[in-house]
């Protein structure tokens, strides 16, 4: 009998994916405090996984097109960039910047522990499955 690595692991990968790439936004966001005219943004871990579990397509998400060569797309792939969403602060700064330095590390932490603890599930799930394949 083949093992279904979908039906083992569940929607663990690709939570632990998207907690990577939050990391990057939001390392992003932190990165360009300073920088004048930055508008922080963040992904919305709902509709994303709400989207994994074969839920309809949102009505307001849209869709990124490349209408000359020689746009970059490779920064963030097309797919994901339409999930980021601008963060509405709640000081904005007199030079346009919208990042908030203390509530985006906190954000950081937060999805760190989270990255923890989908990194930990899926690491039990395939020590079972090495255990089954062991018979143990």
């Known amino acids: 009998m083949a093992i279904s690595f979908e039906s083992a692991l569940g929607i663990h990968d690709d939570a632990l994916l998207l907690r990577a790439r939050r990391a990057e936004v939001l390392a992003n966001n932190i990165a360009n405090a300073d920088t004048p005219g930055f508008k922080a943004r963040d992904?919305?871990?709902a509709s994303i996984l709400h989207g994994e579990l074969g839920g309809?397509?949102?009505?307001?998400?849209?869709?990124?097109?490349?209408?000359?060569a020689g746009h970059a797309g490779?920064?963030?792939?097309?797919?994901?960039?339409?999930?980021?969403?601008?963060?509405?602060p709640s000081q904005p700064s007199v030079d346009g910047n919208t990042v908030e330095v203390q509530e985006e590390m906190a954000r950081y932490s937060?999805?760190?522990?989270?990255?923890?603890?989908?990194?930990?599930?899926?690491?039990?799930k395939f020590k079972g499955l090495v255990s089954a394949i062991k018979g143990e």
């Open 110 to 124: 937060d999805n760190a522990i989270r990255y923890q603890s989908s990194f930990t599930m899926l690491n039990s």
């Open 74 to 88: 490779e920064f963030i792939e097309p797919d994901f960039a339409a999930e980021l969403m601008f963060r509405t």
């Open 56 to 68: 309809e397509q949102d009505p307001l998400s849209t869709e990124l097109a490349q209408t000359q």
């Open 43 to 45: 992904i919305d871990f």
